[in-house]
């Protein structure tokens, strides 16, 4: 656990026609193990959010779409209470605190959801600086080799592993995001690509850069340019209600 991927760097995305969703997608691995691994998707905000009641007011957290399974698809932001949801936190002095969990050696922290409402009463932490998602994404292993899974993927050039050391810059960008409208949409987008971006390895950029555009047939459309529209389509349509 604790390993960070990134989709695909090719030119040709391998999620051009479905699951487009992956598209230069983050990812966090929560588990790892011999049948399955799990992760979560970190650059996808939605426009639902979270309701947490500090005593003397309420305050709301902005969801992130963390992949298919156990996502809530629904209108009543105040129905996900009851919903599995993974609250993220990088401050290392909290968790010197007592508070949070360590995902491996990534440098990010699992919290519950009390600790959430005792740091945000206490002033520590805003909501800014907690990410709270809901749903997650599981690749099926076929036998107990160790095969498959989100190695499996990377392996197929699904997905490229996060150098450890760029983990917490990705963080520092996509906590940047703010809850999806409309009117930000274009903006929030941009600072997951931008994540996306520096997580690359040295390799990775240096083997992109050297590949010629691909268009699609009898068009002067880059299929790179293709792929991104196709994934702005799908925040559209998934995630901005």
């Known amino acids: ?49 979270l309701p947490l009641d500090l005593g003397d007011g309420m305050v709301r957290v902005p969801i992130r779409y963390g992949g298919p399974a156990y996502y809530y698809i629904g209108d009543d932001d105040d129905d996900n209470g009851d919903l599995p949801t993974v609250f993220l936190h990088s401050d290392v002095s909290l968790r010197d605190a007592g508070i949070g969990t360590p995902i491996g050696k990534s440098r990010l922290f699992t919290c519950t959801k009390e600790e959430v409402i005792k ?31 989100v190695p499996g993927d990377v392996e197929s050039g699904f997905f490229e592993f996060v150098p450890r050391p760029k983990i917490k810059q990705v963080w520092d960008s996509l906590i940047l995001q703010e809850q999806l409208t409309a009117d930000n949409l274009s903006t929030n987008v941009s600072k997951s690509r931008q994540a996306w971006s520096m997580a690359s390895r040295e390799s990775d950029a240096n083997e992109t850069s050297k590949k010629d555009e691909i268009h699609v047939f009898g068009t002067d459309i880059d299929v790179t340019t293709l792929a991104d529209e196709a994934a702005i389509r799908w925040v559209k349509v998934n995630l901005l209600q």
């Open 1 to 49: 656990s604790g390993v960070m991927v990134r989709a695909s760097s090719a030119r040709r995305s391998p999620y051009l026609l479905s699951d487009q969703g992956f598209h230069k997608s983050l990812i966090l691995v929560l588990r790892d193990g011999e049948d399955y691994s799990e992760g979560i998707l970190l650059n996808h905000v939605t426009s639902r959010s």
């Open 119 to 149: 740091v945000l009463k206490s002033g520590r932490l805003s909501v800014d600086d907690i990410m709270a998602v809901q749903g997650f994404s599981v690749w099926t292993k076929k036998d107990h080799s160790g095969g498959g899974g």
